[in-house]
């Protein structure tokens, strides 16, 4: 079951690595979740779910090149597999699907 | 802010040491490094918006919000399994390692021995204090009725005792109380068997006695011996007094003109109880006899010398009883003028050590007295744990190389942690067994410290005693070996493979000189205190009371009028004069009485009732009027003395002692002329001030003392004379005779026993500061002894060179003596001597003696050491490297 479900803050990271493409590391995702949606991403709950993603075969993660920035500590970049794209794509389905039933939508009415 | 980012650059622009530490070590090594990476990269995105002191906070929260299950690492059982594996290796190298170096194995050894048996005596202390009552089966469900008894505008009294009313109420009004026992102290009387007599002391108690407490009968029915009246319950101990062989049972016992009839033999009372008695008579009895005459005995503020006790059924919590007790309070309070009276439960657990009551049954130690004791055992078994740790450092050099080899061969850091983590607790270990016999000797020296102490505990061994035991020393070496092994498990193996005086081993020189200058620090204010609190303690006992106590004998009276014995002791050339009075000043004894002068305005003033030759054999200074002129019988009585706080309390004739004289003031309801003022002297113990007082004429005191004013050479041989003319006027009760200052060395005794702890912890301290000092000057001499060598080649003398070794010790010590001198004199000043009203101010010699002391026995150390070192002979030194 593990690997077919994908939460709401999830499937945002997801999205996040994704868009991120080369870029994708811990504090970089956490910037950027917090530049689209205006919430504050806190690292340790970032953490967590990037630990569960790949725990769940949806990332896979590699060390970068250390530099004097950090510490001189190496950063985690993260990357998006197939089974994540796969996932991914299942959940825009899903969405999409169930927009299009919907006969018609006005947001001033709601 | 601006200072903020300044700061930043230097100690604060990193973040908080001991938190990177702490991530380090439970952080999976997977995660760690870009866990590391991303708090760093907050901490400097922080340390430029917030500053330093906010980034810092922030990265200190962050690591310990990320101590979560999936970043902590798991345990390494291959870890323990390889320190399991080389314990043997482990005892093998400690062995050699003490067996090598003896002098500093000594040092260690002895130091934590020592220190240690302190320690083992505290925790004997403490565990037959945990013990009190432990014989009681009920021990968890049994609670004592305490009082607190708050007089309108008086500090109120907390009393271990209570009234004979809450005793009655608890059967008829408190649900939930499965058994109860009333008692009364003060029984005490002449037990007459035939034509012997015994003095005896006895506890009224009713029948649910042997109910609530578990103190078995040999004979006799526990359920009845004691619900008649006129029953006697007898321990083995004081049935043997009486009867000798004798069956006691069914006996009759004669107190004044009672008889009592023995209805049970009790086993003696164990000596861990709160609770003692020699023998027991049945309240029943008290109701007969004090009850009949006396109404007062059953009211709800008689709660002087009543104690009452309960168990509460299994499972039950107090809270119900003591709602009962809160509303039995409101109820009684109402009926009370001019005072409350309220009653709660204690448990039995907390009786024998718990907050200071008065009246208290039994033995009971307060929690300070406890927290004193520890803490000086662990100021002693830290000292040695100093000298662990210094010496450990310091000999590092010897054993780096084995730690070198130990990686090498594939350990790691936390193997040789573990290593001489474990070497230490054997060390410790092994001091233990020293340890033990040092106990041994030192239980019985404290036991015979003070009567109080032997009273109190027995120190026997017991399981929980070991087991403390034990704790105490594994505790102790893991304290001693921390430091040490997290130096050892840093060593770098390849370069002190290479070269081993690439070690930096005097790195911690500045740990260590810290050590030593608080070890001292510590020696020197316990000297100082020991020194001061043994001339304060003197000073107490030679103070001028205001009137003389040499050569006084004071003589109890048991209820005999004197007039014989008087005129017999006469006779005795040694007896120069001889007084009778009602009671003996300041010794701690104080007996009130109202006055009054003006309407309106009465205070209570303290009172001896004194014959006319009272003030003449003490020595009294009345600074006017006379002695007592008439001998009048005591509804007679017309006459007063008082003191000049008598004149001031009540504004007598302006406090004028010549107008005072033939004033009129009313005592007790008599009306009595003031016919001599007495110069102020000290009534009470000199931890109070002086008060007003009063003396009043009586002709006679039965129940009072005689003083006797002796010139001897002999003493020992007056006493006995003493003795034989008392044996032939009193046959019962032996003679009780004290001299008066010796009365007054007991009164201050626990002064006394204080400083001799102290003293005995000092000596203790300075001994083990002392071998630490011992070790590091031997260490030092011995690294620098080429340098030396060199020096004196090239033309040091050895002054210079002795001045050179010693100079950095000495200074260590100055700066102890700096920090511990003032602090002592502060605490005494400040604290201790506020308790007392009167006594002398600190000596200048009192505080420097001890600390010159010390600090001889110092320099004579490093003096010794360091001279040994500069008279060798450099070519041997410089040809042998």
């Not at chain 1, 999830?10 to 999205?15: C, S």
């Not at chain 1, 993603?53 to 250390?66: F, I, N």
């Not at chain 2, 004798?246 to 009672?258: E, H, K, L, S, W």
């Not at chain 2, 005995?760 to 260490?779: D, H, K, N, P, T």
């Amino acid at each position: 079951m593990k690997g077919t479900n994908l939460g709401e803050f999830e499937e945002l990271v997801l999205l996040t690595i994704a868009a991120l493409v080369q870029d994708a590391y811990s504090v970089a995702i956490c910037d950027e979740l917090e530049k689209h949606t205006g919430r504050v991403s806190k690292l340790g709950v970032v953490h967590t779910v990037l630990n569960r993603l790949e725990e769940k075969g949806l990332v896979k993660s590699r060390m970068g090149e250390a530099t004097s920035a950090r510490g001189g500590k190496r950063k985690r970049y993260y990357e998006v597999t197939q089974a994540g794209k796969i996932g991914l794509i299942r959940a825009k389905e899903v969405r999409d699907g169930l927009w299009n039933i919907i006969p018609g939508f006005n947001i001033e009415t709601a | 802010m601006k200072t903020n980012l300044k700061k930043g650059s230097s100690e604060n622009g990193q973040p908080p040491r001991w938190a990177q530490v702490f991530l380090a070590w439970y952080c999976r090594p997977s995660l760690l490094e870009d866990l590391e990476g991303d708090l760093n990269e907050y901490f400097d995105r922080n340390l430029r918006k917030k500053g330093a002191r906010y980034a810092r906070l922030v990265y200190m929260i962050d690591v310990l919000k990320f101590f979560r299950p999936y970043t902590v690492r798991k345990p390494d059982f291959l870890n323990l399994w390889i320190h399991y594996l080389m314990i043997g290796s482990y005892i093998r190298t400690s062995r050699r390692s003490l067996v090598r170096n003896k002098l500093f194995s000594f040092i260690n050894i002895i130091g934590l021995a020592v220190s240690m048996s302190v320690g083992l005596l505290v925790i004997a202390f403490l565990a037959d204090l945990y013990a009190y009552d432990d014989f009681q089966e009920k021990k968890d469900r049994t609670y004592r009725i305490i009082t607190h008894q708050q007089a309108t505008g008086q500090n109120g009294i907390d009393v271990a005792s209570t009234s004979i009313k809450v005793g009655r109420k608890l059967g008829e009004t408190i649900p939930g109380v499965e058994d109860f026992t009333i008692m009364r102290s003060g029984f005490s009387g002449d037990a007459r068997i035939g034509q012997n007599a015994f003095p005896l002391e006895a506890l009224w108690a009713d029948q649910s006695f042997f109910k609530v407490f578990t103190f078995p009968l040999v004979t006799g029915d526990p359920g009845s011996a004691l619900k008649e009246p006129y029953s006697l319950v007898l321990t083995e101990k004081t049935a043997k007094k009486l009867f000798a062989d004798a069956d006691p049972m069914g006996q009759t016992v004669r107190f004044d003109t009672i008889n009592y009839v023995v209805t049970g033999i009790a086993k003696d009372v164990p000596h861990l109880s709160h609770l003692r008695f020699d023998a027991l008579i049945s309240f029943a009895s008290a109701d007969a006899t004090l009850g009949k005459t006396d109404e007062y005995l059953y009211t709800w503020d008689n709660v002087w010398n009543n104690y009452v006790y309960l168990t509460l059924p299994k499972g039950e919590t107090p809270e119900d009883a003591q709602r009962a007790l809160d509303r039995l309070n409101t109820e009684e309070n109402k009926a009370m003028i001019g005072q409350q009276v309220t009653v709660s439960l204690q448990p039995l657990k907390d009786v024998a050590l718990g907050n200071h009551l008065s009246n208290n049954i039994g033995a009971a130690t307060s929690p300070l007295v406890v927290w004193v004791l520890i803490g000086l055992a662990f100021v002693i078994i830290l000292s040695a744990c100093f000298n662990y740790t210094n010496l450990s450092i310091a000999r590092a050099l010897r054993r780096s190389r084995e730690v070198g080899m130990r990686k090498i061969m594939g350990a790691r850091k936390s193997h040789v942690l573990g290593q001489f983590m474990a070497e230490s607790v054997m060390i410790a270990l092994l001091a233990l067994l020293i340890s033990f016999g040092l106990y041994l000797f030192l239980r019985k020296e404290f036991l015979a410290l003070s009567p109080e102490i032997s009273e109190l505990v027995s120190l026997d061994l017991s399981l929980q005693s070991i087991l403390g035991f034990v704790a105490l020393a594994t505790l102790t070496g893991l304290a001693a070996g921390f430091l040490p092994a997290v130096f050892l498990s840093r060593i770098n193996a390849v370069s002190v493979m290479k070269d081993a005086s690439g070690l930096k081993l005097f790195k911690h020189i500045g740990l260590r000189k810290t050590l030593i200058v608080l070890q001292y620090t510590l020696s020197l204010a316990f000297i100082a205190t020991t020194m001061i609190g043994y001339g304060q303690y003197k000073g107490l006992l030679n103070f001028d009371l205001g009137f003389s106590t040499q050569n006084v004998l004071n003589i109890k009276l048991r209820g005999a009028d004197p007039a014989v014995l008087i005129k017999e002791l006469e006779e005795l050339k040694e007896v120069t004069g001889i007084s009778q009075s009602m009671m003996v000043t300041s010794v701690g004894a104080s007996y009130g009485a109202l006055m009054k002068y003006k309407p309106g305005d009465s205070a209570i003033v303290w009172q001896n009732r004194v014959d006319e030759h009272y003030l003449s054999v003490h020595k009294h200074n009345l600074v006017s009027g006379s002695n007592f002129l008439l001998r009048p019988s005591k509804e007679n009585e017309s006459e007063v003395i008082v003191n000049q706080q008598v004149l001031k309390r009540f504004n007598i004739a302006g406090q004028d002692p010549q107008k005072a004289l033939g004033q009129f003031v009313t005592v007790d309801g008599q009306k009595l002329s003031i016919i001599g003022v007495l110069k102020d002297f000290h009534y009470g113990t000199l931890e109070n001030k002086i008060e007003p007082v009063v003396f009043r004429y009586s002709k006679s005191q039965p129940n009072g003392y005689l003083n006797l004013k002796i010139v001897s050479q002999d003493p020992a041989a007056t006493m006995a004379k003493i003795e034989r003319l008392w044996k032939s006027f009193d046959k019962v009760h032996p003679l009780e005779a004290r001299f008066y200052n010796n009365q007054i060395e007991k009164v201050y005794s626990r002064y006394s026993t204080m400083v001799k702890v102290i003293g005995f912890v000092a000596v203790l301290a300075i001994c083990i500061a002392s071998l630490g000092l011992l070790g590091m000057v031997v260490f030092t001499t011995e690294t620098r002894l080429n340098e030396i060598s060199i020096r004196k080649v090239l033309g040091a003398s050895e002054i210079e060179l002795v001045y050179l070794l010693c100079k950095g010790f000495l200074a260590l010590l100055g700066i102890g003596a700096l920090i511990a001198l003032p602090v002592t004199y502060l605490f005494f000043d400040k604290i201790v001597l506020t308790r007392f009203a009167y006594h002398q101010p600190i000596g200048i010699s009192e505080l420097f003696s001890g600390v010159l002391l010390v600090m001889m026995l110092a320099l004579l150390l490093i003096g010794s050491q360091t001279a040994k070192a500069a008279r060798n002979n450099p070519a041997r030194v410089l040809k042998s490297k």
